[in-house]
């Protein structure tokens, strides 16, 4: 799937992506948004559902978001937006 937009955070001089993917239709009628975050040392992924594209992209981002607030990394103020 083409990755639709993307974000880069610092963490310790090394970047952090979260990308998501353009929300697609499923098999079931809902949209999904697939969405990888690239760590130095792993990958997070998944996907989130909504009514339509924008909820489903919207879900996504705030897992994310989510997943990056509660990193060890953010709680001990090493994971940046930008430096």
């Known amino acids: ?9 610092e963490l310790d001089e090394k970047s952090i ?3 998501f993917n353009k929300p697609e239709k499923a098999a079931g009628g809902e949209y999904q948004c697939q969405y990888t975050v690239d760590w130095p040392d792993h990958q997070d ?8 594209g ?8 705030k897992t994310v978001h989510i997943g ?5 990394a953010y709680k ?5 937006l930008w430096q």
């Open 45 to 52: 992924h998944g996907y989130a559902c909504g009514e339509d």
């Open 76 to 80: 001990q103020g090493r994971l940046t």
């Open 1 to 9: 799937m083409p990755v639709f937009v993307e974000r880069r955070f």
């Open 17 to 19: 992506v979260a990308r």
């Open 54 to 61: 924008v909820q489903a992209l919207m879900l996504a981002m």
């Open 68 to 72: 990056l607030v509660e990193s060890d």
